[in-house]
């Protein structure tokens, strides 16, 4: 069974950065298609960012120029590097793996969550 794994998350200034990581475990090929969602508080979760694994990405208009989504297929493993954050951007970042090969077909999995809140 496929786990995904989140790291990176946690309090940052406005204008500041951070890079978000998911990383999937389980009886993995490969993760096909990949990205990353977020709600904020009292809003309906969206989608960020998402890329496949021969490096296609799509970008919500509201982060495009701001943060950059990167997978290192080697290590089942994805990122969101965020700069300029704007307070707008606190919300709970949801990795999603939208299809992922694995020795018995095709999974698709979330993330647990993982908190990013800007503020100064």
């Known amino acids: 069974q496929v786990r995904l794994v989140e790291s990176g998350g946690g309090l940052v200034q406005p204008g500041g950065s951070l890079r978000l990581s998911c990383a999937a475990f389980?009886?993995?090929?490969?993760?096909?298609?990949m990205g990353w969602y977020r709600q904020a508080p009292g809003k309906e979760r969206e989608l960020v960012a998402t890329?496949?694994?021969?490096?296609?990405?799509k970008y919500t208009d509201a982060v495009k120029g701001r943060f950059t989504i990167s997978t290192d297929n080697a290590k089942n493993t994805w990122y969101l590097q965020m700069t300029s954050v704007h307070p707008e951007d606190t919300a709970v970042y949801y990795c999603n793996a939208a299809r992922v090969l694995t020795s018995t077909g095709i999974d698709r999995r979330w993330g647990q969550g993982i908190q990013v809140t800007v503020s100064s």
């Open positions: 890329i496949t694994n021969g490096g296609t990405t």
């Open positions: 389980g009886s993995i090929v490969t993760v096909l298609d």
